[in-house]
């Protein structure tokens, strides 16, 4: 983690990966406007198994998908190193990133998401400005034109998802708010942080 950057895989191929560390995975394709709203949940303990349970909802972007993936088992990986006993469903909406911030097991799996992104390497090249290091700890917080230019190049070559007329309007809306989060996300991780 943080040396290179994740590959898309397929949500079978994901599930086949994964599925040796104690998950139960749920694929779902779950349309409508209440549907695309969800992306995944994580489950700590699911039936008889007493499992946690991952599902994700695969109508969405490839790109999208394999984000809920790295979310979910981010929440399972937290849990395990930090022996977590949190034991609610743990939702991940395009419209909940804010609250994220506020809630400890949420910002540590988006932060999993956000160095798998961005990798070191990459995130250095896309967030700071050739020759002058890490930024201050006053710097905006909002991302400047040709950092967000970089940001949708990159998600766009490496991950083949970009915001043209083949993604419905409510989506765009959703992947950019994602974007935008684990962009700003990963840029504090390197300019506070150096991370």
Same mark, same amino acid.
Request: hydrophobic share 40%.
């Given at each position: ?77 937290? #849990?395990?190193? %930090? ?8 939702? =991940?909406? $395009?419209? +909940?990133?804010?609250? /994220? ?58 991950? #083949?998802?970009? %915001? ?8 765009? =809306?959703? $992947?950019? +708010?994602?974007?935008? /989060? ?14």
């Amino acid at each position: 983690m943080n040396d290179e950057s994740v590959t898309l895989v397929s949500p079978t191929e994901f599930t086949r990966r994964w599925s040796g560390l104690g998950v139960q995975f749920q694929l779902a394709k779950l349309g409508g406007a209440e549907g695309i709203a969800l992306l995944g949940f994580y489950v700590r303990e699911m039936g008889r198994s007493r499992l946690p349970l991952i599902c994700v909802n695969t109508a969405h972007h490839p790109a999208a998908i394999g984000a809920a993936f790295s979310h979910e088992m981010g929440h399972h990986l937290v #849990g395990r190193l %930090f022996d977590s006993r949190k034991d609610h469903a743990q939702l =991940l909406t $395009y419209t +909940a990133y804010r609250e /994220h911030l506020d809630d400890p097991e949420e910002l540590a799996a988006d932060v999993l998401v956000s160095l798998g992104v961005f990798p070191e390497a990459l995130a250095r090249t896309i967030f700071l400005e050739p020759g002058k290091g890490r930024k201050s700890k006053s710097a905006s917080a909002e991302l400047p034109d040709p950092v967000s230019a970089r940001v949708l190049k990159y998600f766009k070559g490496r991950f #083949g998802l970009s %915001f043209g007329a083949q993604i419905p309007s409510q989506k765009k =809306l959703q $992947y950019l +708010a994602a974007v935008v /989060h684990f962009a700003k996300l990963r840029r504090a991780l390197l300019t506070e942080y150096d991370i």
